[in-house]
């Protein structure tokens, strides 16, 4: 019976291919379908939230199974993708209005919910890699449902995601030769060994292109400023990460990682850490609001994975929660953003908007970690657990902290806080999906409790908020930031401060701004000398057979038919010096 679970996959499945192959209908029928699929998964997951669902079933050879489970923490992630593919599917009436492609992409999305669905709650490895796989259909047609023409990047991120999920799909092929199981209940190994540890590197490696660690960041900042932004919101913002942080949750409980100071985890932690930092500091140089947007999710991703990878069980359940705080504040902002290019604003007078400052303010207090808001309780958790890991890593979550509230604070001014500032007036659908996420970004803060104690079923960690020092500093730091923010502002007209003189010291304001150092630009020029270099020695190849070769076989059959010219003696003379040949070698 727990076999219907899977409905979860096959419902929203059917009505993507319902939605995308109806013909054209009168009125709103395809919208109103639309919404109602998406409300029914958001009410299909809740009702199956708080079950504890176990279902088995042998399938072929080699160990396969096909398998459902389904407990606290995986319905917890799958109410989360639920709940911003409704509100993304909300948005998309009023954003892609008068898109033709609106369709193709609306029907993606669901396609993509069924396989997210899939990918969480099946206990097989080899299923989840299925899904996970079949998630680049909808990822490439939703890309391609922009406006713009979206060809090229689409292959960009096609390539670089599944890069990653040939990691991903390497690491599972390992954990099957250690352990002989595909189920993940079933499997316990260690990083012991050297192939124990290259499986978890291949794990760690594919959740890092799905949290968009660096370098699988680089489709993130041009899908930022040309797809529709339900696809940042829902692909980018969401299910990616909500996926990256199950890959490492699995990947954590699989190979029992515990709190460690060793060379192997502590590289892949630097990694993440470099990736945190650089991206926090990109995102204070980005001239565009989406920019700053993208970069500081690539952060954020960074950040998520470093908390994580230091197994120390409160940091995970903070960077659970934090995805969570994350996903929230970043999703009210990319609906801002979608608005602001609905109304073509680019600034905003807040007295005049007071439900969009409103859902801006909640937004931006979520982000920079005010009390009350979930960011502060989750990067407390993080800081703590950080701390036991090493204090060099709570300081490296504190500085990302600090220039990531910068650039948004920096942003936040710019949008609001000019002469400029325009009255818009802005659909109903858009700030509803604005509004809601608003909301959850306090009631996450205020309520903490309530994901906390879900999270912490799985993961056991023995404090919900960390001590008094570490709620000193994270005060502390807000205070700094805050100040940074008023004094820049009120100098130089921006909200950067000192960190203006850092990017400036450090380049980074002109960093990667012909995009030569984009990983994929690297990979493709690379690739193109390579093709250059094969096909010149290809060629040369086949000057050698087709021409050397024949030209000199050809000459040689000349000059031994001009040297049989009939000539006795000639004839006798080779006679005499083969003869003379033979007897040198037969005197030595």
Known sequence: MNMVLFLLVIIPLLCAIALYFAPRSPGKFKEIFFIAAALFNLAAVCFYFGQNVFYYNDWAAFNFSISAVLYGFKGLLLVVAAFFALLSAVFTLSNM????????????????????????????????????????????????????????????????????????????????????????SDISLNLGSVSGKAAFLFFAIGAAG????????????????????????????????????????????IFNVVPSCSVFTGSIMAVAAISAVLSALMANSRNTFKGMLVYTSVSQGSFIMLAML?????????????????????????????????????????????YIFSGFIFALASFIGVPLFAAFYSKEMIYAGSLQAGAAWCVVMLVVTFFNSSAALNWFAKIFFTKEGETIAYPVASMIATISTAALCLLL????????????????????????????????????????????????????????????????????????????????????????????????????????????????????????????????????AGIAVIVLFFIR
């Open 97 to 184: 209005k008068g898109n033709q492609k609106a369709p193709m992409f609306k029907a993606s999305l669901l396609l993509a919910v069924s396989f997210i669905n899939g990918a969480l709650i099946t206990d097989s490895l080899l299923l989840m890699l299925a899904f996970i796989e079949a998630l680049a259909i909808p990822f490439v047609l939703m890309i391609l449902s922009s406006k713009e023409n979206s060809k090229r990047l689409a292959v960009k991120s096609f390539v670089i995601t599944a890069i990653a999920d040939l990691f991903l799909m390497m690491g599972i092929a390992l954990v099957y030769a250690l352990s002989g199981s595909l189920n993940i």
């Open 210 to 253: 799905k949290l968009g660690v660096m370098p699988f960041h680089s489709w993130m900042s041009e899908a930022g400023e040309k797809t529709p932004v339900a696809f940042m919101v829902f692909m980018a913002t969401a299910a990616e990460k909500i996926l990256g942080v199950y890959l490492l949750y699995v990947a954590i409980k």
């Open 310 to 354: 230091t197994a120390v069980p409160v940091a995970i359940a903070g960077a659970v929660l934090h995805l969570l705080a994350h996903t929230a504040y970043k999703s009210c902002m990319f609906f801002a953003a979608g608005i602001m290019d609905e109304t073509k604003s680019k600034t905003i007078a807040y007295a005049k908007n007071p």
């Open 445 to 576: 803060g205020v309520f903490s409790g309530i994901p906390l104690k879900i999270i912490g079923l799985q993961i056991r960690f023995e404090q919900e908020h960390s001590g008094l020092l570490l709620v000193i500093v994270s005060s502390a730091l807000l205070v700094v930031v805050l100040v940074n923010f008023i004094t820049g502002f009120a100098k130089y007209g921006n909200g950067l401060g000192f960190v203006s003189g850092l990017l400036s010291v450090f380049g980074i304001n002109k960093f990667d701004a012909k995009k030569k150092l984009d990983p994929y630009n690297v990979g493709m020029r690379a690739y193109r000398l390579y093709s250059k270099g094969a096909f010149d020695f290809d060629r040369g190849l086949n000057w050698i057979y087709d021409s050397l070769f024949v030209n000199a076989a050809l000459k040689c059959s000349h000059a031994v038919k001009t040297f049989h010219n009939g000539s006795m003696s000639r004839y006798i003379m080779l006679a005499l």
